[in-house]
């Protein structure tokens, strides 16, 4: 069974980072289209940035353009999420996805594995 495991959340200063990761077991994260998601208290779950099959990330939301990172290690099967000046709007559970099938980035709509999340908490 596919499992995607988050780790790497917890509280910071504005300003600060945080590294994420996500764990992949019976599923390699090479070749795939893998993003990360976040969901602030009361709001939807919202797309932050995918990573393509090539490498090549795509950006959901400008609120996080130069400011995060997406990439990953084939060798550990993991995908991270590199978060700097983080500002307390960034507050939020933050869970990774992969698409159970298809050649594109997943959405919140689309048929995905999903982690258990990770909390980061931003104070200001």
């Known amino acids: 069974q596919v499992q995607l495991v988050e780790s790497g959340g917890g509280s910071v200063q504005a300003g600060g980072s945080l590294s994420l990761s996500c764990a992949a077991s019976?599923?390699?994260?090479?070749?795939?289209?893998m993003g990360w998601f976040r969901q602030a208290p009361g709001k939807e779950r919202e797309g932050l940035v995918c990573?393509?099959?090539?490498?090549?990330?795509?950006y959901y939301t400008e609120s996080v353009k130069g400011r995060f990172t997406i990439s990953r290690d084939n060798v550990k099967n993991t995908l991270y999420l590199q978060m700097n000046n983080l500002k307390p709007e960034d507050t939020g559970m933050y869970y990774c996805?992969?698409?159970?099938?298809?050649?594109?980035?997943?959405?919140?709509?689309?048929?995905?594995?999903w982690g258990q999340g990770t909390q980061v908490t931003v104070s200001s």
């Open positions: 996805a992969a698409r159970v099938s298809g050649q594109s980035c997943p959405t919140v709509e689309s048929d995905n594995y």
């Open positions: 019976e599923f390699t994260v090479n070749w795939q289209f």
């Open positions: 990573l393509t099959w090539n490498n090549m990330p795509r």
